[in-house]
């Protein structure tokens, strides 16, 4: 399976938005052996300014395992501990990061909810945020499981080092 690192900041609710697909199972392995977490596994790790996943998975009851990378990792590295590896420059969510599903309805974008955000509309009625992990601090992961009918999903970020600059946009390819 190919995976994509997509990510783009939504002014000014949106800080980090990725994209995701979930369509019908195809025969095969339906669980993931991982600790006993329900449903498929998938794991996403959330940094700057992107997530990495895979840009296609199957329906069906999914766990969300999220892992922090970028600067709370490089702090770690560094030997910073607690609200020091998250705090920094004016900012204390620097490096903070979170994860947001929100099922967009057929035919919207994450473009489209790019552009709701941008004028003011966080939430559009198109828009259903599902909830999903939250933030912990690395090695540690945190996880949510949800039911993911097939359809399209943006992956988001409400908070974290976005707000220092709202206007940049990643995109690449990961292995």
Not at 22 to 34: F, L, M, W, Y
Not at 102 to 110: E, N
């Amino acid at each position: 399976m190919r995976t994509r690192v997509l990510c783009q900041t939504l002014v000014p609710v949106l800080l980090g938005v990725g994209t995701l697909y979930a369509q019908q199972p195809s025969s095969g392995p339906s669980r993931a052996d991982t600790a006993g977490l329900p449903g498929r596994v998938i794991d996403v790790q959330a940094g700057e300014f992107y997530f990495r996943t895979p840009d296609t998975i199957p329906a069906g009851l999914t766990t969300l395992r999220l892992h922090q990378a970028g600067m709370v990792m490089d702090g770690l590295r560094a030997g910073a501990q607690g609200r020091a590896l998250v705090a920094g420059k004016g900012d204390n969510t620097r490096g903070l990061h979170t994860l947001s599903v929100v099922r967009l309805a057929d035919g919207k974008t994450v473009a489209d909810l790019h552009r709701a955000a941008r004028a003011g509309e966080p939430n559009p009625v198109w828009a259903k945020q599902l909830g999903g992990p939250g933030f912990t601090f690395p090695p540690r992961t945190t996880n949510a499981t949800l039911d993911l009918e097939p359809g399209n999903y943006a992956l988001v970020c409400y908070i974290g080092s976005a707000q220092e600059d709202r206007t940049r946009s990643r995109a690449g390819a990961a292995a």
